[in-house]
C-alpha cells in the first residue's frame, strides 16, 4: 500500500521541494461562469479523454466600465526554469485607482504528468498560489480566475514577474504545461468609485521588516502550504515514530500556522487540509472535479493592527511564520508572506500601544492505540487574544483580536496499509473588534475518506471534504452583515494499480457543492456531478 500512497496521495511531491523551496481568492476553472448541459451518458469505465476541469464556486465580479487587459505571463513549463518578464500597468484604464482587477490562468496540458504546484510573484508580490490537473492523453484545458485588486500598491508600477510551475517530462511523464496569464483592469468611473485597498504591500523577503511610521491598519497573508517532497504534503495522516505507518511525525498530525513579531506570538491559524489531484493514491476523484481550495491556495489572512504602535517606531522589526507540529529540522512547509498597510494621511507617526497579549497553553497530543486495526487519536487547541490602541488623526482607535483553532481527528489503518482511514475536522474562529464595529468569522474544515486495496489489486478510495465559512459584522452590537459559504466534495472511485494505465478499468463518480450566501449578495448554489469523466448533472438552485 505504501507505494500506493507515494505515487498518489504525493502526486505532486516530484515538483513541491523544488518549487517551493527554489521560489517560493475565489477561482473559477472552466466551466464555472455557467451551469452547463450535462455530457451524455457516461461510459462504462474512464477512456483516453475526459471533461475539461471544473470547479463550481461562482465567477469573480466585475463592475460594467471601461476595460484594460495585461498579458502578464506566457510560458511552457517542462523544468524547474522559472518565467521571467516585466510588467507595466495600462495606460487606458485609469492610472490606478481601478474598480477591481482579476487575474485569469489559462492551461493546457495533454499526456501523462503529475500534478504540479505554481506560483506568480509581481515585484516579489506573490499574488497566485495554485496547482495543475492531471491531464488525460488527449489533453485537458482548464482556467482560473481571482481577484487581484487588493494588489493596487503593486500594479500601480511597472514590476519584474516570475512564474515558476515546476515541471518534469521525459519518456514518462510527457505533459508539457502551457499557461497565459492576464489581467484585466476595470476603470472607476460614473458611480462605480475606486476599489478600498491597502495603501502599500510589501512581501516578507527576509523576517527584518521596516513599516511606515503612520501604519494604522496591518494585515499578513501567508500562502502555506504543506509540501517539500515529504510527508508534510499530507501531514494530517502523519503518526509518532513508534507507530507502524509510512509517514513519521514526532508530534503526530496537529499542525499550527503561527506568526510573531519580534519573537513573541501574534497571530495562530489551522491550515487548511487541501488534497491536490493526485490526492488519496486516487487521481480519478479529481480528473473532472478537483476538491477544495486545489486551483485556489488562498493565503491565512492576519490582524496585526494591535502591534501597529510597536512597529511605527522606524526601526527594523522581525515578522516570522512557523507551523508547530512540523519535526523541528525538517522541511515540508512553504509560507510566504505579504504585508498589507493601510496608512494615516493626516499624520507622518501614529503612536499608540500594544495593550493585552494572552496565549492560553498550547495542546496538541496524539494516542496511539496497537491492534489488527491500528488507531491514532489526535486533538489540539490554541487560544490568543492581542489589543492595542492607535492615536489617528481621527481619534484614538482601538483594535482587539481574539483567534482560536482546535483539530481533532482519527486515523485507523491496518498493517500494511491495505486498509486506510481518517476521520478529521478543524476549527478557526477569530473576532476581530476594531472602534464600533465587529468581525467575526468561523471556519470549519471537514476529512473523512477511506483507501483499500482488495482483491485483483482494486484499489478504491472514498473520500468527503467540507469547507465552510460564517462572518458576521456587527456596528454598535447590531449585526449588519452576514456571509455564509461552503464547498462540499463527495467523490468514490477504483481502478486496479501496479498495471498500465489503460488496464486501469477505473470508475468514480464525484459531486462538488458550492453555497453562498449575504445580506447584500443573495444566494448563489451549484452542483456538478460526474461519473466515469463526464458531466451528468450540472444545476443552479439559486
Not at 507515494?6 to 481568492?25: C, S, V
Not at 456596528?475 to 498495471?499: F, H, K, L, P, W
Amino acid at each position: 500500500m505504501r507505494r500506493h500512497r507515494i505515487t498518489g496521495l504525493l502526486g505532486a511531491l516530484t515538483l513541491a521541494a523544488a518549487t517551493l523551496t527554489a521560489a517560493t481568492p475565489a477561482l473559477a476553472a472552466s466551466g464555472a461562469s455557467g451551469a452547463q448541459a450535462a455530457d451524455p451518458a457516461p461510459p462504462a469505465e474512464f477512456g483516453t479523454d475526459w471533461h475539461d476541469p471544473l470547479t463550481v464556486a461562482p465567477p469573480v465580479t466585475r463592475p460594467a466600465t471601461r476595460s484594460c487587459q495585461v498579458t502578464l505571463a506566457e510560458a511552457r513549463f517542462r523544468d524547474f526554469t522559472p518565467y521571467r518578464g516585466t510588467y507595466a500597468p495600462p495606460a487606458g484604464c485609469g492610472r490606478s485607482a481601478w474598480a477591481k482587477v482579476v487575474l485569469r490562468l489559462d492551461g493546457t496540458v495533454k499526456g501523462r504528468q503529475y500534478d504540479r504546484l505554481g506560483n506568480l510573484t509581481l515585484g516579489g508580490v506573490e499574488i497566485l498560489r495554485t496547482s495543475t490537473p492531471q491531464p488525460s492523453p488527449d489533453g485537458i484545458a482548464w482556467s482560473v480566475e481571482k481577484d487581484v485588486t487588493r494588489y493596487r500598491d503593486t500594479l500601480a508600477r511597472p514590476q519584474p514577474v516570475e512564474m515558476l510551475i515546476g515541471n518534469v517530462v521525459d519518456d514518462t511523464y510527457t505533459g508539457v504545461i502551457d499557461v497565459k496569464v492576464t489581467l484585466t483592469f476595470y476603470a472607476a468611473e460614473g458611480r462605480t468609485g475606486p476599489a478600498d485597498t491597502p495603501d502599500l504591500v510589501l512581501p516578507l523577503t527576509t523576517p527584518a521588516v521596516t513599516t511606515p511610521s503612520n501604519t494604522e491598519r496591518l494585515l499578513a497573508e501567508v500562502y502555506a502550504t504543506g509540501s517539500g517532497g515529504g510527508c508534510e504534503e499530507y501531514w494530517y495522516m502523519t503518526v509518532p515514530e513508534a507507530a507502524p505507518y509510512s509517514c513519521k511525525a514526532e508530534g503526530g498530525p496537529y499542525r499550527e500556522v503561527r506568526v510573531s513579531v519580534d519573537g513573541r506570538l501574534a497571530g495562530v491559524a489551522a491550515p487548511f487540509p487541501t488534497v491536490w489531484t493526485g490526492g488519496w493514491s486516487n487521481p480519478f476523484l479529481w480528473y473532472v472535479t478537483p476538491g477544495p481550495r486545489a486551483f485556489d491556495v488562498q493565503p491565512i489572512r492576519y490582524d496585526l493592527t494591535p502591534w501597529a504602535a510597536l512597529l511605527n517606531d522606524g526601526r527594523p522589526h522581525r515578522i516570522e511564520v512557523s507551523v508547530a507540529g512540523v519535526p523541528a529540522g525538517q522541511s515540508g512547509w512553504s509560507t510566504p508572506v505579504n504585508l498589507l498597510l493601510w496608512q494615516d494621511r493626516g499624520r507622518q507617526v501614529v503612536t499608540g500601544a500594544l495593550t493585552r497579549h494572552e496565549e492560553s497553553a498550547p495542546t496538541g497530543s496524539s494516542r496511539w492505540t496497537p491492534g489488527t486495526e491500528h488507531r491514532l487519536d489526535t486533538e489540539g487547541g490554541h487560544r490568543l487574544t492581542t489589543a492595542g490602541y492607535l492615536d489617528t488623526s481621527h481619534g484614538r482607535v482601538t483594535t482587539t483580536v481574539t483567534r482560536a483553532v482546535t483539530n481533532t481527528s482519527a486515523h485507523r489503518w491496518t498493517d500494511g496499509e491495505a486498509r486506510d482511514a481518517l476521520t478529521a475536522a478543524w476549527s478557526d474562529e477569530e473576532s476581530v473588534t476594531r472602534g464600533s464595529t465587529t468581525t467575526r468569522t468561523a471556519r470549519a474544515y471537514t476529512m473523512d475518506g477511506e483507501t483499500t486495496l482488495g482483491a485483483g489489486d482494486r484499489l478504491r478510495t472514498a473520500l468527503t471534504l467540507g469547507d465552510r465559512a460564517d462572518t458576521v459584522t456587527l456596528r454598535g452590537g447590531r449585526q449588519v452583515d452576514r456571509v455564509r459559504s461552503e464547498d462540499r466534495y463527495t467523490g468514490d472511485a477504483t481502478y486496479t494499480a501496479n498495471v498500465p494505465r489503460d488496464q486501469r478499468h477505473a470508475v468514480g463518480t464525484t459531486t462538488v457543492r458550492h453555497q453562498e450566501y449575504g445580506t447584500g449578495d443573495g444566494c448563489y448554489d451549484r452542483t456538478a456531478t460526474t461519473a466515469q469523466g463526464t458531466v451528468t448533472a450540472d444545476r443552479r438552485r439559486c
